[in-house]
Structures are given as structure tokens and as C-alpha cells.
């Protein structure tokens, strides 16, 4: 269990697409200093306007597979099949919560699952699309994917929403807004410091 006044990991889940990084951004806007965000480390190229060190840790291949040899990560997982790998550094989580913060990871499915074996207490957020209608018209519009790409995310969509009752709490994103306050009100009913 976690002390009173000490740190503790929120995990946020939920399908690509389903808007989870604006949502986590606002959440983070409403909760700092309480609330920080771990930085994933990834593989993959920055996409335009992603800065190292703010939006992700861009390592390359080789430099990710020694950090995880070295035991850098606290979870790795290579996502949708491309040959990109995706974790989370220990060094982006015990600094925040040994200095009593709460550390948000925007994480999969499979990363959740990993990160609660180590923290089992950890506040786990699952965003739910209204339908997966909804969810394959928020990947269509984005215009960046493949039919294939897009077939492939709606399909691991499917299974992740399939897992979402192993996540304590579950929010629906219809509005940013509502999505935001909903999350808020968990975080805050779980005592995350003001």
C-alpha cells in the first residue's frame, strides 16, 4: 500500500483514437502540480511538432534494447506490429513519486498489466469510445493511417474494450470536457493531494 502523502501511479488506458492524450492533457492542466506525466520512451520517429524529452524519449533501436537490458524500464512492449517499441523508464517514475507526486502513464492495455504487478495499488482509468463507430470515425478522420492501419487499430480496439472491467474505473469520452471532470472527481475521491 502507499503512505499517506507519498507518491502514487495512475495508469490511463484505453483504444487508439479514443482521444486519451487531449483528455490526459487537460487532466494534467487541472491537477498540476499534483499530477505529472511519466514521458514514454519509443523507437518510432518524432511525428511534426513532437519535441524529445516532452512528448516521448526517442531512442533508437539500440539504444532502446540496452536500456531494457540494463533494466531501465519498468515495461516495454512492441505496439501494433511495426517494429516500434514503446515503455516506460524508471528514471521518468521514482524521482516524482519519491517527491510525494502522482505519475500519470498514458498506457496500453498490455503495459497496465505489467505495471500492476510492481504496483498493485496504482488508480487504473479506462477511456471508453461512446461506440466503435464513433472510435473508427475518430481514426478515419485523422487521415494518416492506411485501410490496413486503421482495420488493425479497430480490431486491437475491440479486444482492449473487452479487458476494461479489469480497470477499476471507466470513463466514457462523448465530450472532452465531461471526460476531464469525471476523471478529476476519481483522482480526487482517491485522494490525490491539492
Not at 176 to 192: E, N, Y
Given at each position: 500500500m502507499t503512505a499517506p502523502g507519498s507518491g502514487k501511479l495512475v495508469l490511463v488506458s484505453g483504444p487508439s483514437g479514443v482521444g486519451k492524450s487531449t483528455v490526459v492533457r487537460e487532466v494534467l492542466g487541472n491537477l498540476t502540480p499534483s499530477l505529472v506525466r511519466s514521458?514514454?520512451?519509443?523507437?518510432?520517429?518524432?511525428?511534426?511538432?513532437?519535441?524529445?524529452?516532452?512528448?516521448?524519449?526517442?531512442?533508437?533501436?539500440?539504444?532502446?534494447?540496452?536500456?531494457?537490458?540494463?533494466?531501465?524500464?519498468?515495461?516495454?512492449?512492441?505496439?501494433?506490429?511495426?517494429?516500434?517499441w514503446y515503455g516506460t523508464l524508471w528514471d521518468a517514475v521514482r524521482p516524482s513519486l519519491a517527491a510525494g507526486k502522482w505519475v500519470l502513464l498514458e498506457i496500453d492495455v498490455a503495459g497496465a498489466e505489467v505495471v500492476l504487478r510492481e504496483f498493485p495499488d496504482a488508480v487504473t482509468i479506462f477511456i471508453q469510445p461512446s461506440t466503435l463507430a464513433e472510435l473508427e470515425h475518430r481514426l478515419r478522420s485523422r487521415g494518416t493511417e492506411t485501410e490496413e492501419a486503421i482495420q488493425r487499430r479497430l480490431e486491437v480496439a475491440r479486444r482492449e474494450i473487452a479487458l476494461a472491467d479489469?480497470?477499476?474505473?471507466?470513463?466514457?469520452?462523448?465530450?472532452?470536457?465531461?471526460?476531464?471532470?469525471?476523471?478529476?472527481?476519481?483522482?480526487?475521491?482517491?485522494?490525490?493531494?491539492?
Open positions: 514521458v514514454s520512451a519509443t523507437t518510432r520517429s518524432p511525428r511534426p511538432g513532437e519535441r524529445d524529452g516532452v512528448d516521448y524519449h526517442f531512442l533508437t533501436p539500440a539504444e532502446f534494447v540496452r536500456r531494457r537490458e540494463l533494466g531501465d524500464f519498468l515495461e516495454t512492449i512492441e505496439v501494433f506490429g511495426q517494429g516500434f479489469r480497470y477499476t474505473h471507466q470513463v466514457v469520452n462523448d465530450t472532452v470536457s465531461q471526460a476531464v471532470t469525471d476523471i478529476v472527481h476519481i483522482l480526487q475521491d482517491r485522494g490525490i493531494p491539492k
